[in-house]
């Protein structure tokens, strides 16, 4: 499995960002996927999930709907949409699949070492 996100930058408070993710090797659809960030001197930390289909996803509450997270399982790509961006979102975000999930969860997972495959980051900086 590879996975290889794009669509950070620089940016402003308030402005948005749409993280891609383009996963490849195996079967998406069999991978409930995550977003995750760190920022320098901090762990990593779980932003946003989505099970197989879609139908069941995960946020924090730091998040506070400021974010989305959207899978196209016919192009085998995760999205985060973010809004409303802030200082503290700066980090670099990482898409990951976790291919232990089932839909005998009704969650979606939001531990680091439940992930198995991870993409290479993508930097997100907001200031100001």
């Known amino acids: 499995v590879q996975l290889q996100a794009s669509g950070g930058g620089s940016v402003q408070t308030g402005d948005s960002l749409r993280l891609s993710c383009v996963f490849s090797?195996?079967?998406?659809?069999?991978?409930?996927m995550g977003w995750f960030r760190q920022a320098p001197g901090k762990e990593r930390e779980f932003v946003a999930g989505?099970?197989?289909?879609?139908?069941?996803?995960s946020y924090p509450g730091f998040v506070r709907d400021r974010f989305t997270i959207i899978r196209d399982n016919a192009r085998s790509m995760v999205f985060l949409q973010m809004n409303n961006l802030e200082p503290e979102d700066t980090a670099v975000y990482y898409c990951a699949a976790d291919g232990g999930w089932s839909p005998v969860n009704t969650r979606v997972r939001k531990l680091v070492s439940e992930y198995d495959y991870w993409g290479q980051g993508t930097q997100v900086t907001v200031s100001s």
């Open positions: 090797g195996q079967s998406f659809s069999s991978y409930a």
């Open positions: 989505v099970s197989w289909t879609g139908a069941i996803t």
